[in-house]
């Protein structure tokens, strides 16, 4: 039996790995900066306080994220286009502020995610609470459905912020993956 539930799950792993990259590197630094700097645009032109970034990078986690989710996103974050910052949470800091152009040269891809119940007012109000949650440490049991109501993974906090605004009735996954978060919002930018 358990030989059988090894087996399964290595043919799992691989028909999802040939679904999508397992694992993707930057592109040569020129290329990459360019696509950087196109991201920091789209984030300064098409971002407003409180939208969610949605993207796929490069670190290990990521990969990993990826391949146990079977999506093509392995993170979330808020963005503070104010400040030219993102606040996000991940495993290395808890819930901290990263510069944008430090956060787009860690994406290969990204979405910008207007969240459904998003208003200007709501927006600041998420990104204010955000900002609050800063120094929290990260949710790692979160990961499995046990939630820390005093810590955060990326998208729990992405939807923690918005709390307030949610729909009575609004069903929350026990495990929120980045790449759902499309179906709470409207993807500005890809």
């Given amino acids: 039996m358990a030989v059988a539930r090894v087996l399964s799950s290595v043919l799992l792993l691989s028909a ?3 679904v999508r990259p397992l694992v993707v590197r930057p592109a040569p630094e020129a290329t990459q900066t360019q696509r950087s700097d196109l991201m920091v645009r789209a984030l300064k032109t098409t971002g407003k306080p409180g939208d969610w970034l949605v993207r796929r990078g490069y670190h290990g986690t990521d990969h990993a994220i990826s391949l146990v989710t079977g999506a093509a996103f ?22 901290h502020v990263t510069p944008l152009e430090t956060f787009a040269e860690a994406s290969h891809r990204l979405w910008i995610v207007r969240p459904a119940w998003w208003t200007p007012e709501r927006g600041a109000e998420a990104v204010a609470q955000a900002r609050a949650l800063v120094g929290r440490k990260y949710d790692f049991t979160g990961l499995s459905g046990l939630n820390d109501p005093n810590r955060y993974y990326c998208t729990e906090l992405c939807l923690h912020v ?24 409207t993807v500005l930018w890809d």
């Fill in 74 to 95: 392995s993170h979330a974050a808020l963005l503070d286009v104010e400040r030219g910052q993102v606040v996000e949470a991940d495993g290395a800091g808890g819930v």
């Fill in 16 to 18: 999802m790995a040939c």
């Fill in 162 to 185: 918005y709390r307030e605004a949610l729909p009575k009735g609004f069903h929350r996954p026990a495990v929120i993956a980045p790449g759902i978060l499309y179906e709470w919002g």
